[in-house]
């Protein structure tokens, strides 16, 4: 049994909680406590985080870029590609999020420690709001269509197939 845990669960209303808690919550937990593990629980109230299924499909969306396209004749990895989609997001929706993005501050390119070469500092994907991971997936979908992306996430692939996008 490892030594840590990190379970998060997102619900609104008390019986989605009481729904949650049963079926994640308890189980999760049951084992730790039968073992006489000490186990420590933290509750915060939610914000307009970006939730976790965003979370999820955004890097499901980074893997598939990552995959099917090249930067100027190079491939590149998930991680970096976020890193590109993301600055060419900011730009293009500076004026349309304004407020969002003035949150993040500056991006900034500092000289790394230990060898020579930049570092982008910056916002962090992580804390977008919903609204802005919203826009941002949408912002890829286009990306992806221009780029004859083929979405490899099966719940997108049968909202396409419904909706007439692909066969």
Known sequence: MSAAAILTLEWQGADAANDSLRRELIPTCKPYIDSGARLEITVRLATDSQSRLQEKKLHAMYRDIADQVQ???KSLPAESWKRVLIDAFRHETKHEFADEWAKFGDIELVPA??????????EQSRRFGRKLSSALIEWLLAFGAEHNV????????????EVGLVE
């Open 71 to 73: 930067l100027y004749g």
């Open 113 to 122: 420690l230990n060898h020579p070469g930049f570092v982008m500092v910056g």
């Open 150 to 161: 083929i979405w490899t996430d099966p719940k997108f692939q049968a909202w396409a197939r």
